[in-house]
């Protein structure tokens, strides 16, 4: 079965096709947000690469941030315009986790930290076992003086802004926290293969409502798709 993972959360945006638990294609979209004009022909591209077409797709996933609002409702929109024209399953999977999944293996616990614009900061804290994730610290948003306080135990700190882990932060942090200096963007791939598992699974509801996730304190945290 053939799987799409669409992110856009993020300045690159990455596409990824998946079949039967292989990555066929991973290809990214460096378009400084202008993922809208860019997503189309990635996924033709990838299909052509991969020797597929749009009718061998069985499944969709699809990045839900937090992140870029704009970027998180253009992937949504993209994806829930192949699942109207296919009329096949779509999946929705936390952008943070799907960053956590690049370096799963290179520490006990990941934590994602992304800004979130207006003095704020998004976060979660992972760990990869057992091919799964177990979620250490739900995805939050809170300041950069609280952030500190909100890293789960020793962890490696990944972020996928240019900018990295603002240095207020490091400076507070426990000797044993490791930080990845270039950015680290979303996986395709996994969510992907997410959304593959979810689709095949025998509780999946096609009917349940895909939308951006927002975490601004005093605004619902699903922002309604239009």
């Known amino acids: 079965m053939l799987s799409v993972g669409i992110d856009t959360s993020t300045k690159v945006g990455c596409l990824a096709i998946v079949e039967d638990g292989k990555c066929l294609v ?7 947000l202008d993922h809208s004009a860019r997503l189309l022909p990635t996924l033709e591209s990838a299909l052509q690469a991969a020797g597929a077409s749009r009718a061998d797709i069985a ?19 993209f ?4 699942v109207f024209a296919l009329q096949k399953p779509l999946v929705g999977v936390c952008s943070l986790e799907a960053i956590a999944y690049r370096v799963r293996e290179s520490a006990s616990i990941v934590t994602v930290i992304v800004d979130a614009k207006l003095g704020g900061y998004y976060h979660a804290s992972y760990r990869w076992a057992g091919g799964t994730f177990e979620e250490v610290r739900a995805p939050s948003v809170c300041s950069l003086r609280e952030l500190p306080e909100q890293i789960a135990g020793i962890s490696l700190l990944v972020s996928p802004d240019e900018k990295g882990i603002p240095r207020e ?32 699974l025998p509780s999946y509801d096609p009917g349940r409502i895909v939308e951006p996730t927002y975490l601004r304190p005093g605004i619902p945290q699903k922002a309604k798709l239009a």
């Open 169 to 200: 932060v490091l400076e507070g942090l426990p000797r044993d926290c490791r930080v990845e200096e270039t950015p680290v963007h979303p996986s395709a791939e996994y969510i992907a293969r997410r959304a593959l598992a979810e689709a095949s």
């Open 59 to 77: 499944c969709i996933g699809v990045g839900l941030g937090p992140g870029s609002l704009t970027g998180v409702r253009v992937g949504i929109a």
């Open 26 to 32: 991973e290809k990214t979209i460096d378009a400084q």
């Open 79 to 82: 994806a829930k315009g192949l």
